[in-house]
């Protein structure tokens, strides 16, 4: 493999690169910091330098160690399987879980990155063995602007409006535009909801987004977005300050209720409507003849 100095390097540099900018520390509180970064950078750097190698590999008839890409694949299903428990694990001792759906949905895009980062480098590689290490440097920053293109999903703003709703009391039944909560039995608590709860609806733009809301891991997320962003009240034995997310059944409409420590309906709109569509939760019977003309 000797005389493929640059085409190694400039692959394997290029996609440690791609993997530095995909690791993001946000709201979302994962992966965390130092350690979650250490072990999703190093995994960066073993999935840059087997793409770096494959185009080598291949010229010298190394047919052997190509299957090192096989073997790679393997590991980072393994890679999903550790998050999702990881995460799952996380999961049952928070007050407002995020739910098996956008669990998977983050197992699935931590073993993701892993290919765009070898296809980064493979590219990257490739076009320096085929020409020179400048031109491969322009391949990698593509794969680059690849990769966060890929990166971007549809939210929660794409397939639904999303306007303030205060709840409201009829006897002991909370409501959010008529749509009907739970029951709240102290005075002294719903005192406290009309005073500091906020509500939002969520008005799906056509049956797809309908269909999406109707995911009970789709509500749970932005629940879960909610809760992050603006804080909720929500303690363990308290039922009346758990956020909840309940359907209309004849619209689709969904009515999100929660008592948050910031008290303010913009911020929560904008959290909603930036909690991205679980791939779990992302049916299009629209796109079916049956779909459409049910639709009509």
């Known amino acids: 493999m000797e005389g493929y100095n640059a085409t190694i390097l400039s692959g394997i540099i290029l996609g440690v690169i791609a993997r530095i900018f995909m690791l993001r520390s ?49 590991q980072f299903r393994d890679i999903r399987n550790m998050e999702r428990q ?7 001792l928070a007050l407002v879980p995020r739910g098996k759906d956008y669990i998977e949905g983050i197992a699935r895009v931590f073993e993701s990155r892993n290919y ?7 590219i990257s590689s490739g076009l320096t063995f085929a020409t020179s290490w400048p031109y491969g440097v322009l391949a990698g920053i593509s794969g680059i602007a690849i990769s966060s293109y890929l990166m971007k ?30 029951n709240v039995g102290l ?21 797809n987004a309908r269909a999406i809301l109707n995911s009970v891991g789709q509500r749970q997320a932005i629940l879960q977005i909610a809760a992050t962003l603006l804080g909720s009240k929500m303690e363990v034995g308290e039922p009346d300050w758990t956020p909840i997310a309940r359907k209309d059944i004849d619209t689709g409409k969904i009515a999100l209720y929660i008592m948050p420590i910031e008290p303010d309906i913009l911020p929560l709109i904008k959290a909603v409507k930036m ?6 939760s992302k049916v299009l019977p629209l796109k079916s003849a049956p779909g459409r003309q049910a639709a009509d």
């Open 275 to 280: 909690t991205p569509v679980l791939e779990s």
């Open 86 to 92: 990881s995460l799952a694990e996380l999961d049952e």
């Open 187 to 207: 005075q002294e608590s719903r005192d406290k909801i009309i005073k500091e709860a906020l509500g939002v609806l969520i008005k799906p733009k056509d049956d």
């Open 26 to 74: 946000d709201y979302r509180q994962f992966p965390g910091y130092p350690h979650g970064h250490v072990t999703h950078l190093g995994l960066g750097l073993i999935a840059a330098a087997l793409g770096a190698v494959a185009i080598p590999a291949l010229i010298e008839k190394e047919y052997t160690a190509v299957t090192f890409l096989a073997l790679a694949a393997q």
């Open 116 to 122: 765009l980062v070898m296809g980064t480098a493979l």
């Open 153 to 182: 999903g549809q939210n929660i703003g794409d397939i639904a409006e999303v306007v303030p709703s205060k709840p409201y009391f009829k006897g002991s039944l909370l409501l959010v535009d008529n749509i009907a909560i739970m």
